[in-house]
């Protein structure tokens, strides 16, 4: 099950990289939850389409690929509400400005390789948005995506999905099953924080990140070489 979570949420995630239960809220304005569906429907048709478009060139190319995930995906996801769930809040802000920056520049960057090893086993998926789920404050929801495989059963996933201060929607996590990969993953974090400090956390991913894609980048072009991710 760890596997699997792991990989849709590779697939998912930056390729966007999940049973409801959230109440729906029902004195819950209709136009919020087609506010919510308007920014999330487009975005996964246009993953589903790039991918399924241009899956071989962007194996050959990637920065293009960084290029799509930076100007099309990159801003619906708050990368530092992630990380401060993956460590834990008090932690996240009793980091000193410096260390928050260089953690979330480091969950960020591994974000960006999950978008990568999703790209490696998409099989033409395709992901439509079937359902939004607001709390009664109207601060939380979950966006439940349906994604359909020419060789799987249909699998549903939820994003989570948190108001912003100025009212935007943006995710923060993703579901599978009732697995969460905040849930999967933070306590490798917080582990790794406990025993030798944040310092040696952000090493850490740093490490992985820059190994993987100096793999990746071997077999572009030497062109792109200085090019994100490259």
Same mark, same amino acid.
């Given at each position: 099950?760890?596997?699997?979570?792991?990989?849709?949420?590779?697939? $998912?995630?930056?390729?966007?990289?999940?049973?409801?239960?959230?109440?729906?809220?029902?004195?819950?304005?209709?136009?919020?939850?087609?506010?919510?569906?308007?920014?999330?429907?487009? %975005?996964?048709?246009?993953?589903?389409?790039?991918?399924?478009?241009?899956?071989?060139?962007?194996?050959?190319?990637?920065?293009?690929?960084?290029? !799509?995930?930076?100007?099309?995906?990159?801003?619906?996801?708050?990368?530092?509400?992630?990380?401060? /769930?993956? *460590?834990?809040?008090?932690? !996240? %802000?009793?980091?000193?400005?410096?260390?928050?920056?260089?953690?979330? /520049?480091?969950?960020?960057?591994?974000?960006?390789?999950?978008?990568?090893?999703?790209?490696?086993?998409?099989?033409?998926? *395709? !992901?439509?948005?079937?359902?939004?789920?607001?709390?009664?404050?109207?601060?939380?929801?979950?966006?439940?995506? =349906?994604?359909?495989?020419?060789?799987? &059963?249909?699998?549903?996933?939820?994003?989570? *999905?948190?108001?912003?201060?100025?009212?935007?929607?943006?995710?923060?996590?993703? =579901?599978?099953?009732?697995?969460?990969?905040?849930?999967?993953?933070?306590?490798?974090?917080?582990? *790794? $924080?406990?025993?030798?400090?944040?310092?040696?956390?952000?090493?850490? &991913?740093?490490?992985?990140?820059?190994? !993987?894609?100096?793999?990746?980048?071997?077999? /572009?072009?030497?062109?792109?070489?200085?090019?994100?991710?490259?």
């Amino acid at each position: 099950m760890h596997m699997i979570a792991k990989t849709i949420s590779k697939v $998912i995630y930056f390729s966007f990289a999940l049973g409801l239960s959230a109440p729906l809220a029902a004195n819950l304005p209709l136009e919020v939850e087609q506010t919510i569906a308007s920014q999330f429907t487009p %975005l996964f048709q246009a993953v589903t389409q790039e991918l399924s478009e241009n899956q071989a060139m962007y194996l050959q190319n990637p920065s293009a690929y960084a290029d !799509f995930i930076n100007t099309r995906v990159k801003s619906s996801w708050d990368v530092a509400s992630t990380t401060s /769930a993956l *460590i834990g809040k008090p932690r !996240f %802000l009793a980091l000193a400005p410096v260390e928050q920056s260089s953690l979330v /520049a480091a969950v960020d960057r591994t974000l960006m390789r999950y978008a990568f090893e999703g790209l490696e086993h998409y099989t033409a998926q *395709i !992901f439509d948005v079937v359902d939004v789920v607001v709390n009664q404050q109207g601060t939380l929801g979950w966006v439940q995506v =349906r994604m359909q495989s020419p060789i799987l &059963l249909d699998l549903n996933l939820d994003l989570l *999905i948190k108001r912003t201060d100025n009212a935007n929607w943006k995710a923060v996590d993703v =579901r599978f099953k009732g697995i969460t990969y905040v849930s999967i993953k933070k306590h490798e974090y917080r582990d *790794i $924080i406990e025993k030798d400090g944040v310092t040696a956390l952000i090493e850490t &991913l740093n490490q992985k990140n820059a190994e !993987f894609f100096n793999d990746v980048c071997r077999q /572009a072009s030497p062109q792109l070489k200085g090019i994100a991710p490259c």
